[in-house]
């Protein structure tokens, strides 16, 4: 049984008014490196996994940095796990976007799994990309006692989650995602198993200030 453990990254700081951030390099706060040690104790005291994998972007790899460490793990990025590329609308407020894209605005929350921002990807494309990292993964891992931590973004682990759990793209808004969850998927004899979705257990006592 191989079992793949997938977080989001850690708390960055907020951007007031909300953006679409999307690959805009943006470090961790103060909160999020909290967060990221805190999550590295859990994963250590859980787990004894074989490899790490990680984003391109700064945040994920800042996020794996106390895991490795932790672990002795080397933190390797996959690039199947980078985040949504917003096209156009990368950087810009939500009042931005639905004042001149108001049709594209509206079926991002009502139908994302029928647009695909100007520019940018679309969900299809984001889970063909996320499809094929997994394959990677369990490609360089097929011992069944595998444990393998994967740090990837929002979009990304609702991507490949739905994938995991045989559901379609119209869904996407039901799967949450919260700094630094946890997220327990085990694969035997290509049976999938969800054990656990968006744990934060671990984050309960953690100041937020």
């Not at 951007?15 to 999020?32: D, V």
């Not at 984001?126 to 369990?138: E, F, I, K, Q, W």
């Amino acid at each position: 049984m191989t079992t793949l453990i997938l977080m989001r990254h850690g708390h960055v700081e907020g951007i007031n008014p909300e953006r679409f951030r999307g690959r805009a390099e943006l470090p961790l706060s103060p909160l999020g490196e909290r967060q990221a040690h805190v999550l590295a104790q859990r994963v250590a005291a859980r787990f004894s996994p074989v490899a790490l994998y990680t984003s391109p972007m700064g945040r994920s790899i800042a996020t794996g940095a106390p895991i490795a460490q932790a672990l002795n793990l080397s933190s390797k990025v996959l690039n199947g796990l980078h985040d949504l590329d917003y096209g156009q609308w990368q950087g810009l407020t939500h009042e931005a976007v639905s004042e001149r894209w108001p049709t594209l605005y509206q079926a991002w929350y009502n139908s994302p799994h029928l647009m695909r921002f100007p520019d940018g990807e679309s969900l299809q494309d984001l889970v063909a990309r996320t499809a094929d990292g997994l394959r990677t993964v369990l490609e360089r891992h097929p011992n069944k006692s595998d444990v393998v931590l994967l740090i990837g973004h929002d979009s990304v682990n609702r991507a490949l989650l739905l994938q995991l759990l045989d559901q379609p793209l119209s869904a996407y808004w039901r799967v949450a995602q919260s700094p630094c969850c946890i997220n327990h998927i085990d694969i035997h004899d290509g049976k999938i198993t969800i054990r656990c979705i968006n744990d934060t257990a671990h984050l309960e006592e953690l100041p937020t200030n």
